[in-house]
């Protein structure tokens, strides 16, 4: 029996074929791309220009409380700084997928961008679940010792205390579950996919 | 490159994006889809293209690229078309209309990664040029292509 010649096989079918798919150039060059990379790029920029638009009011916030002079000119301050280093991180982010070239390395660079969003996905659960519950504690605790300063009659420890700190609980716990889930929705297919085209590659 | 030659470009290569699309995609809207994103990928990426390889190693880079990272990507439940079916023209007998689907159909049955390799052996590039395009060794190459063309060959025979 002959020799199976594969390659003669395959150009027999390639005859066979004609084009199936018709390419209007014009068009698909203005199209955006479908890939996944394009809409986590779509959503870091939504996140950068809230953060931009946020910078300023934060400022402001910061600079009526200079005159108080109490402990909300430095959590305002913190914010503040916090906010620069989200964008330096958005624009860190964004570059990364811009520079991604499918005739490069893609294996490496995917493989780079999926870590560097996975970290970004870390930090926003330790936000989540470490930031939040911590920031409704200090302003329940603040919120009580307002009350005590105001409200002789207030007592640490009494019905009232142990409702407010109840209700804080709870309040965090669904405030830490709700952004949870938002950041599931916008972060967690996409990141499910890059995991995917990492490993198919 | 103006938008005049790429589009002259894209027209002589299309048979062969095609071609590789097609053994990735699983329907006709898919492969539409993967033709397109290979264009706007193409399009994309022609800046960056700097001559230090061949501009067919360019194009086979990024088309096997992207449909290796879009392929799976949408599990669609609707029944697909599937397209080793051909529509074979007269000049054609029995046996080869039989071993052209067979080779279809067993080259969709291998690994995304391992049916770049098989598809660009052949489509005649040399070890050289697949260890290039897929950003392998040439002696990974040698092995991968031997081991593939067996498992073909002897998948196409029974």
Redesign the interface.
Known sequence: MAE?D??D??A??????S???E?N??E??G??????LYWVKFVLWIEFWINVVSLPLFYWMMTLELYAADIYQYIYGAGMVMIVVYLFYYQFLIRSIRKF???????GS?TKIYKYLKFYILHYKVVVWGLIPISCAVSTLLALEEIAAKDETFAFYSTPFWVMIGFMAVASLLISALFNFLVNLIYGRKIK?LK??VN?? | MSKAFFKTFVQQNIDMIQHICRAYARDAEELKDFVQEVTIQLWRSHSKFENRSKVSTWVYRVTLNVCLSMAKKNKRMVESVPLDNLNFKEDIDEAEKEQIELLYSNIRKLREGDRAVVLLYLEDKSYKEIAEILGMTVSNVGVKVNRLKNQLKSMING
């Open positions: 199976l594969i390659k096989i395959w027999k079918g390639k005859l066979q074929r084009n199936e798919v390419v150039v014009d698909v060059v199209k955006k791309s479908k890939d996944v070239d499918y005739a490069g390395d893609v294996k995917l996919r995917e085209m198919q590659l």
